[in-house]
């Protein structure tokens, strides 16, 4: 309680307060605008935290996390293009809604059901991050790498085309991972003579090429496509009797959110197109689904900012991440040099408790800028693709050059901006790749620090029955799905 | 061949390449690798992706042809790479103010003083904030 007090209290300090306030601004801006992710912003913006310290660092990409997901809503809602993949679910129900000129009360509903999402999912953050990391602290190499290998195969339900492309990105990504000089052996791998990749691939590059260049190319592909908005009215905030008909959606679906959040590597899409589907399920009007139920944007909007609390949870207690975007978070502690896992809990308590708070924060502050500026929102969504991508190159550039000055580095985002394009064409995400690279250091060095404490015998692992538990979880998750067809007979 | 199948061709080609170049690391002794090379790990990893790749080309997939890349991405990537080759001649901020109009125009912006006004507007605000604000020197070029 003295932490989060302690917490809360760092959000008195004016310069906390204003860029939780510009990563809110700018997470629903970018959230709003139709192709740039959450995880494509907090890519983007990474390289400009650097300089900020770990604790405005986390609370800024944290602000944008958490108001990305609302953003994307309201493109979803006026002109049927979500901002945001988490928002896809969202369109279902809120376009009709804005067809038929209702686009207020939708918007205003999105708002109020994310911020009790996002405000629940924060909840359980501050109570169960403690609790695990405090099950964790006991976890040696054995478990952590058990655990970082269970972590692994949650990419399979990430994004892409197949669990089995996934894997394969995954894979890739923690074989980039091992890029430049061998910790134990001081042995260069992979670095092909250039110097600059003798202390690894940098993350940043990577992840501007991945999101931000590769996207580039996409729009490139899409140009000409043009979207029809819905006039917008004034944005309101629902009705009682809107609040009361939605509220077991909304309960459902944070519980819901949080939980697929706190999983390993799945995060606010999938958990907003659950709880699409259970909101139907338990709805006494399922006819009115896909035509215009204000229930069907109050379902998947309260899921998808549940998520981003849930996601924080194995991320900040365990190091491992809860999404992509925490994975890019989690990459901008390691830039930072904090590393995230139980020990923050007790080595930097405050840092923890400002996120929370700050993230708390976000959520307010975007409930009240939903409702009051949604039309502002709305409008800069409309920038024309020959402004914004170029704008946006330039800043992929300055990104990917600012933090070691190198324009190396911009030739590794452009790289990677084509290796992203080529991968989605062949529907390979390049989410579970920025797992696989986040992961790929912690799986190499705890699979040798577990050999070494077993005398380099594999057997050793029989006697962990965390590890062993988790080996478990890994091949039912890996092997479940597939089983559960073959049962039901269907191919 | 179908893309699936020619998807996972390339990543099994890509894996034995990347498997063959471990043969050239560095081989240390016996005492400090204490029994696990730097070579031992990236070829477990590439021998899963392998397997992978196999099980990606032997399973049942719905496979609709994909679509012929538009020109404007290659046009696109070629003005990326133009971007970069501006930038050691003309310096990073006219180079960037070059890529913003040239691919405006390129993505079919017609109006002119809109597109010179937004470029100058952006290069301004980066010089501005990094090189002004950040104090990060830009790259200079030959004619600066």
């Known amino acids: 309680m003295e932490h989060f007090l302690g917490g809360m209290a760092l959000l008195l300090d004016p310069y906390i307060l204003w860029v939780v306030f510009a990563g809110t601004v700018i997470g629903i801006v970018v959230g709003a605008l139709p192709g740039i992710s959450g995880s494509t912003t907090t890519a983007l913006l990474l390289p400009f935290t650097i300089t900020m310290g770990p604790i405005p660092a986390l609370a800024f990409l944290g602000s944008i996390y958490c108001a990305a997901n609302f953003g994307g809503s309201i493109t979803a809602i006026l002109v049927n ?155 309101r905030l629902p009705s009682w009797q809107d609040i009361k008909d939605c509220s077991k959606a909304i309960g459902l679906s944070s519980a819901l959110g949080t939980f697929i959040g706190i999983l390993p590597a799945l995060g606010a899409t999938t958990a907003a197109m659950i709880a699409y589907v259970e909101t139907k399920r338990w709805s006494k009007n399922k006819a009115e689904f896909g035509k215009g139920a204000i229930e069907g944007v109050a379902g998947p909007e309260a899921a998808n900012n549940a998520a981003v609390g849930g996601a924080m949870v194995p991320t900040l ?27 923050l809990f007790t080595e930097q308590p405050l840092l923890l408790y400002a996120v929370f708070s700050s993230m708390l924060l976000a959520n307010l502050l975007y409930l009240v800028l939903g409702l009051g500026f949604a039309k502002v929102f709305a409008r800069i969504s409309m920038i024309p693709a020959p402004y914004l991508w170029p704008a946006v190159f330039v800043l992929s550039v300055i990104g990917a050059y600012a933090p070691n000055q190198a324009m190396a580095e911009v030739w590794v985002a452009i790289a990677f901006g084509g290796i992203g394009f080529f991968m989605k064409r062949y529907g390979f995400s390049p989410a579970p790749m920025v797992i696989g690279l986040v992961l790929g250091k912690m799986v190499e060095e705890t699979l040798k620090q577990s050999l070494l404490i077993f005398d380099l015998s594999w057997g050793g692992f029989l006697g962990r029955p965390i590890a062993l538990t988790l080996f478990g979880l890994t091949v039912l998750f890996l092997l479940g799905p597939f089983l559960l067809q073959r049962l039901r007979g269907r191919p | 061949m179908t893309s699936t199948r020619a998807a996972a061709a390339a990543v099994i080609a890509i894996a034995v390449a990347l498997f063959a170049a471990t043969f050239w690391f ?69 180079a960037m103010f070059v890529y913003l109009v040239g691919v405006g125009y390129l993505w079919g912006e017609r109006r002119h003083w809109l597109l010179f006004l937004s470029a100058i507007l952006l290069t301004a605000a980066i010089w501005a904030v990094f090189v002004k604000g950040f104090g990060i020197p830009l790259p200079k070029g030959l004619l600066d």
């Not at chain 1, 809120?94 to 109020?112: D, F, I, K, T």
């Not at chain 1, 894979?171 to 910790?183: C, R």
């Not at chain 1, 207690?317 to 020990?343: E, K, M, N």
């Open chain 1, 81 to 235: 293009s979500p901002g945001d993949p988490s928002a896809s679910a969202t369109a279902f129900d809120g376009y009709p809604m804005a067809q038929r000129g209702e686009a207020g009360r939708a918007l205003g509903m999105s708002a109020v059901a994310s911020a009790i999402g996002g405000i629940f999912s924060v909840i359980v953050l501050i109570v169960a991050a403690p609790l695990l990391a405090r099950v964790a602290y006991s976890f040696g190499p054995p478990e952590y790498f058990a655990l970082a290998v269970f972590g692994l195969s949650m990419v399979a339900m990430t994004g892409g085309d197949s669990a089995t492309k996934n894997l394969i990105a995954g894979a890739f990504g923690v074989l980039l991972a091992t890029v430049g000089q061998d910790l134990t052996t001081v042995v260069e791998r992979y670095t092909f003579g250039i110097h600059s990749f003798s202390d690894g691939i940098e993350f940043i590059p990577v992840l501007i090429g991945l999101f931000a260049l590769a996207e580039l190319f996409e729009q490139a592909a899409q140009l000409g496509s043009r979207t029809v908005a819905a006039k917008l009215g004034a944005v």
């Open chain 1, 317 to 343: 207690a365990l190091g491992i991440p809860g999404s992509t975007t925490t994975a890019i978070i989690l990459a901008g502690l390691i830039v930072q040099g904090v590393r995230p896992g139980p020990h």
């Open chain 2, 26 to 94: 560095e081989q240390m002794p016996e005492g400090i690798t204490r029994g696990f090379g730097a070579e031992l790990f990236p070829r477990m990893v590439l021998g899963t992706i392998v397997a992978l790749a196999v099980l990606l080309a032997i399973m049942p997939a719905s496979n609709p042809p994909l679509p012929r890349i538009p020109p404007m991405v290659w046009y696109s990537g070629a003005s990326l790479l133009a971007f970069m080759a501006l930038v050691p001649v003309a310096g990073m901020l006219p």
